[in-house]
């Protein structure tokens, strides 16, 4: 079904006269059960983490200061039953946020930087945004995530320990 839309849009003629907007919304209804995350658990993250990203450091706000680049990531997933609170989860930006999703990096129980030995396989093109090499940066010798000032709210080491079990490639 996506891919028909996404061939439509694709295929479509370009007009020189175009309107961006829709006159009449269509929705598309579907129904799913679903867990509501909570806003808490964004909102507790990335003002923990000072808005910034806990592996590059990366802060970024818009310019009316409402909404910022740094996103609140569970350690352990909601579709592992991970629980949405302070000690499952980082700040990360959106490229760590999915590099960390989707196993490329863990942490230690110190919280050092653990890498995929996978990233040794990767083009040298691969993950590079123009002169920044975003994959190889994390290869860097005593790379630490830098965490909350109260150590209160640093990741809990079950919820690094089951990351680096389940997520994390090797």
């Not at 439509?8 to 269509?26: D, H, L, T």
């Not at 310019?63 to 949405?84: L, M, R, T, Y």
């Not at 230690?108 to 993950?127: E, H, M």
Request: proline share 4%; hydrophobic share 40%; aromatic share 12%.
């Amino acid at each position: 079904m996506v891919q028909k839309i996404v061939k439509k849009m694709i295929e479509q003629e370009r007009s020189e006269n175009y309107n961006p907007f829709e006159k009449i919304k269509k929705p598309i209804k579907i129904a799913k059960k679903i867990k509501l995350r909570s806003r808490a658990f964004r909102q507790a993250i990335i003002e923990a983490y000072d808005f910034k990203c806990a592996v590059c450091g990366m802060k970024i706000y818009s310019p009316d200061n409402h909404q910022w680049e740094v996103e609140a990531a569970h350690i352990v997933p909601h579709s592992s039953n991970g629980k949405d609170d302070i000690l499952n989860g980082l700040a990360l930006c959106r490229l760590h946020h999915w590099a960390f999703d989707v196993g490329w990096f863990t942490l230690k129980d110190n919280f050092k930087v653990l890498v995929s030995g996978k990233i040794q396989d990767l083009s040298a093109d691969f993950g590079r945004m123009w002169n920044y090499n975003f994959m190889g940066q994390m290869l860097k010798e005593d790379l630490f995530i830098s965490l909350p000032g109260n150590q209160q709210n640093h990741p809990h080491p079950n919820a690094i320990k089951w990351h680096r079990e389940n997520i994390f490639y090797l």
